[in-house]
């Protein structure tokens, strides 16, 4: 039986429904000083440096992000495209989850089979983030969670684990050694202003490069 590729990629923006994580001083380590004015500098400069790294840490976690996209490309199994989209959702990612498990389902009753999913540290962050959402949200997806994220599974594909040896590395830098067109535009840092300046078809284009990005490595990989 041929096999069908699913390449998809995730954004992320920080939950607008929960609270922002708080800095706590407690847990910043003073060492030898002593000097209340020292302490009083360093604990400032690490607040500063807390909250302005609180959009991507929030966006990062499956447990303080939403998911605002899943971009998406299926192709048989020479990589040529059948289908592709983005599916966005704006503020709610539980009807977003809700559509990709209708999209998922859609592929299983015309194939018998789910597709297999591919994509750049997916497995390191897609997933386990999809999975958490579900959970979260109640629109639970990818029954076989442990078997997907299993680096040895071959019912997804993290390109990032097959050209770095299981190893970490940026899709940017796998493009550039390959001569393959790599995202333009936005970048990672930009999503969540973007997302607030309501640049939808800029997000959206932006995602659906990271999937194309992945097809055309795995056309030369795989």
Known sequence: MNTNYLFFDIETIPNQSIEKPIFDKTTVKL?????????????????????????????LSGELCQVLSIGYILTNDIFEEIESGVIYGHEDDAELLKRFNRTLNTYLQQYNTYPTLVGWNTKGFDI????????????????????????????????????????????TKCCNALGIDAKTGLDGSMIYDAWKDKRIDDIKEYNLQDCQACVDIAKRIL
């Open 31 to 59: 060492g030898n000083v002593k000097d209340p004015i020292k302490i009083a500098d360093k604990l400032e400069k690490e607040e500063t440096a807390f909250n302005n790294g609180l959009t991507k840490t929030m966006s």
């Open 128 to 171: 386990p983030v999809l999975w958490k959402r579900g959970i979260i949200t109640g629109e639970r997806v990818f029954s076989k969670y442990m078997d997907l994220c299993n680096k040895y599974s071959y019912s997804s594909i993290d390109l990032m684990h097959v050209w770095n040896n299981f190893g970490m590395g940026k899709l």
